[in-house]
């Protein structure tokens, strides 16, 4: 079996509904171009209010894509 390199890439997700819809929004948007998509891990998490009330859930995740042999 090879020795597997891989790369790690930042993004930000966002949703209005929820913090797990964050992440899956990056993770889905970034698989479009990004091949070989392993693993997540969450970096930040926060959001935006207005009149009290939580408007937008904003995620910054970190994933791990091996590159191509």
Do not use: C
């Not at 509904?17 to 479009?32: F, L, M, P, T």
């Not at 930040?44 to 859930?57: K, L, P, S, W």
């Amino acid at each position: 079996m090879p020795e597997r390199i891989y790369k790690k890439v930042d993004l930000v997700g966002s949703s209005q509904e929820s913090i797990d819809h964050a992440i899956r929004n990056a993770i889905s948007k970034a698989s479009v171009s990004v091949h070989n998509i392993d693993w997540f891990e969450v970096m930040e998490i926060r959001g935006r209010v207005e009149e009290g009330n939580v408007q937008t859930f904003q995620v910054t995740i970190r994933i791990g894509f091996r590159l191509d042999d």
